[in-house]
């Protein structure tokens, strides 16, 4: 008999805000055999982070009383990891709460400056701002994001804490062709503009308050409008994280080696269980045939509404959403036998 394998998005899933859903250790326990480990290839796929794959990982085993390697963890960055392959030794404007300096050296980024660092060297470049961090700046010590050594490409790894302060920053580097120290004049309009990447594109997403919280989504929005009234040509950022392919591929090389190491058919059904119809339903529906689509209403999305996506399941919660799994297999085993 085939197997299924199961992806699940975490906030607003398993977890609000700090707290554990009652239904997701009981998911755990249906597909986590404390003896034998994963009873089924497993993944995590969310568009949060902020901190390295290895650091998520430990972090759900506690909460949910199981053993989550880093492997089995897909954060929205991870795909960025791919770009230090042409980025490394560039210099990158950083922007994102929580450990993304440290996440962006250990992908391999050799040349990161972050915005909190800009702002705590240039106190005038933004003037509203009361966030500032990070004593080093890389501007003033190494040069980056000098008329000398531009910055080449804008990471914003994980939704950062200070708004105001990011967009300016990234709609100064935009204009400027890279230049934060504030010395290209306005108006003199730059050939070379870095490249902007978002880790996510979520508007919304569910935590621990009772309505849904605006995500990096928004952000984008914002950076994206105000550049928009500077400049008749639009800025072009690349998306990664749900709905988007990447962490789905990334998805399917976990379950994948999953899979051979139990000795079984590899992604064959692929259950992603989600909150998220924009970001979790949309992006399994696109991943391929292979990817069915579970909906919970524990999240952004609430019971009594009509999904703006339509998912293949549509149950409460993420315990639910095993049961619906594994009795679509045995139906399908039962046709397999017909
Ligand atoms: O910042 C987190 C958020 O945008 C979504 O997380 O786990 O629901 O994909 P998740
Ligand atoms: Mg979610």
């Keep these: 008999m085939r197997l299924p394998s199961f992806v699940f998005d975490i906030d607003g899933v398993l977890l609000r805000g700090p707290n554990v859903l009652q239904p997701a250790l009981e998911a755990m326990r249906k597909i986590y055999d404390d003896g034998g480990g994963w009873r089924y290839p497993t993944a995590f796929l969310t ?60 992908y391999g980024f050799n040349k990161a400056v972050h915005t909190s660092q800009v702002a705590a060297a240039f106190p005038s470049a933004v003037p509203f701002s009361s966030t500032q961090r990070y004593s080093r ?15 080449e490409a804008i990471l914003v790894m994980n939704d950062p804490c200070d708004w105001y302060r990011d967009a300016q920053l990234i709609v100064d580097c935009l204009l400027s062709g890279g230049v934060l120290d504030g010395s290209v004049a306005e108006g003199n309009v730059q050939e070379k503009v870095p490249s902007l990447y978002f880790s996510n594109p979520d508007l919304l997403w569910a935590n621990d308050f009772g309505r849904s919280r605006y995500g990096q989504g928004a952000f ?15 800025v072009k950022p690349v998306y990664f994280g749900k709905p988007n392919p990447q962490p789905y591929r990334l998805a399917e090389v976990t379950l994948a080696r999953q899979a051979k190491a139990m000795g079984i058919n590899a992604n064959a059904f692929i259950f992603a269980v989600g909150d998220n119809p924009a970001a979790d339903i949309l992006g399994a ?25 339509k998912p293949s399941i549509l149950v409460g919660d993420v315990s639910a959403a095993i049961d619906a799994a594994l009795h679509r297999m045995r139906q399908e085993h039962w046709h397999s036998l017909r």
């Design 47 to 106: 568009n949060g982070g902020g901190m390295l794959e290895s650091e998520k990982a430990k972090q759900l085993s506690e909460k949910l009383h199981v053993e989550v390697k880093s492997e089995q963890v897909i954060l929205s960055h991870s795909p960025m990891r791919g770009l230090a392959e042409t980025l490394s030794d560039r210099p990158v404007l950083l922007s994102g709460r929580g450990k993304v300096m440290e996440v962006a050296a250990a």
């Design 137 to 151: 700046c890389l501007v003033s010590e190494e040069g980056y994001g000098t008329q000398k050594m531009p910055i």
């Design 220 to 234: 984008g929005l914002i950076v994206e409008t105000l550049y928009k009234s500077h400049q008749a040509q639009p």
């Design 285 to 309: 529906n696109r991943a391929g045939d292979h990817w069915v689509s579970c909906l919970v209403q524990t999240g952004v999305f609430k019971a009594g509404s009509e999904p703006s996506v």
